[in-house]
């Protein structure tokens, strides 16, 4: 049987954690079948992309629908997806519509301005770490904290509700590992933790990112109560599971290459660079985006993709396409120029790419200042515990010494 002719079952096994290549599959398909029919784990087929153009393509064709993929009988990549009310699963004008109304907070010039407060909760954080019992799990003390820490800020949620909406969340996104009964209590717990919420702010207006969706919402009416709720939600659990899982392998690569760490160490200007590249080399999105259906027939890399049909993204095989990146898996924090798509591309590109661009900067540059030079892995690679039936690879803990 051909690679034209195989039927391959979608997402591929993840690669050793002592490897840092995305699976060797999307290898073999971006030279031998760019554009191949795959199988989803609810028995579903995709069309699976895998070479940087395609995949750039199909970010910013029309055709190609979220929103489509939120109706009911489309195909169904597990258990949970974000929903049709959410910014996630919506397609202009709706899209352009909800992300109007926080684009003001996350501009560059608006991120750039909760510099001296992120600095401020990286400081704090590292300090926890430096008086931490080793070994100390980086995931729990800094890469999971800082990012709950600074959204939870930003949208006005107590912080001392986060250990029970990150396990909710944690169910929200899973891939395969919860039922649809379980992924369904999650959400609905998250929403009546909301419903709280919003309507605290409806007593005492307040000007966080939850008190301005919740003014959109009652005095412009631009958007509904169900679009506020998933809204949120979205903000929420996201906004700091991107961050945080993103981090946390960053800071594992980066102790995996120690020579790349020092070349840091001496020279903290590369940091910036060496955040796109940590995030272009081993994203912990290395599946795939949401997917997509076609609302008409489309043709990709010579493939005739017929109306309703779903389309996979695989963002992690194009950061490793030879044709745009030389020596794609070597792992450089001086590459430029690095045109990855870790944050996806066209009218869904990540909303805080840019926090979470400065997050990942102060945190690292945060760490490599304060922990001394002797910062190492605590236990052997192969005792590390990856998070499983996730869309995206990783880490649940991080234990290191010096």
């Known amino acids: 049987m051909s690679i034209d002719e195989e039927l391959l079952a979608f997402p591929f096994p993840a690669p050793p954690p002592e490897g840092f290549e995305p699976p060797e599959e999307f290898s073999r398909l971006r030279d031998k079948a760019p554009v191949s029919r795959v199988t989803l784990p609810t028995g579903d087929r995709a069309w699976l992309l895998t070479r940087y153009a395609d995949v750039r393509q199909a970010l910013v064709d029309p055709r190609l629908s979220r929103a489509a993929a939120e109706q009911s009988g489309a195909p169904r990549m597990g258990n949970t997806s974000p929903g049709p009310k959410t910014i996630l699963g919506m397609d202009p004008p709706d899209h352009s519509r909800l992300r109007r109304l926080v684009m003001q907070a996350f501009t560059a010039r608006r991120v750039e301005s909760l510099r001296p407060r992120i600095q ?151 940091v910036p660079g060496a955040v796109e590249e940590l995030l272009r080399h081993n994203p912990f999105v290395f599946t795939g985006t949401q997917l997509r259906v076609a609302t008409e027939d489309v043709e990709i890399g010579g493939v005739t993709i017929r109306e309703g049909e779903a389309v996979i993204a695989a963002l992690g095989s194009a950061n490793h396409d030879e044709e745009i990146f030389a020596d794609p898996d070597r792992f450089d924090v001086e590459r430029t120029p690095n045109v990855h798509l870790s944050f996806g591309y066209g009218v869904h590109h990540c909303l805080g790419a840019q926090l979470a661009r400065l997050e990942m900067q102060i945190a690292l540059r945060t760490l490599i200042e304060k922990l001394p030079d002797t910062l190492r892995l605590a236990v052997p690679v192969e005792w590390l515990t990856w998070k499983t039936g996730l869309t995206a690879r990783a880490l649940a803990n991080l234990p290191v010494t010096w």
């Open 120 to 270: 401020q909760l990286a400081d704090e954080q590292a300090g926890l770490v430096l008086v931490a019992p080793h070994p100390v799990d980086l995931m729990s003390c800094f890469a999971l904290s800082l990012p709950i820490k600074v959204i939870f800020e930003l949208l006005g949620v107590p912080y001392e509700d986060c250990d029970r909406l990150h396990a909710w969340s944690e169910v929200i996104f899973s891939l395969g590992g919860h039922t649809r009964e379980e992924v369904g209590d999650a959400r609905g717990n998250i929403v009546g933790y909301l419903r709280g919420l919003i309507e605290s702010r409806r007593q005492e207006p307040t000007d966080d990112l939850l008190g301005v969706l919740v003014h959109a919402r009652d005095e412009g009416q631009s958007l509904s109560e169900e679009e506020l709720l998933d809204f949120a939600m979205i903000l929420m659990t996201v906004g700091h599971q991107s961050t945080s899982n993103s981090l946390g392998i960053a800071l594992f690569t980066l102790l995996q290459h120690p020579e790349q760490l020092e070349l840091l160490r001496k020279k903290p200007e590369l």
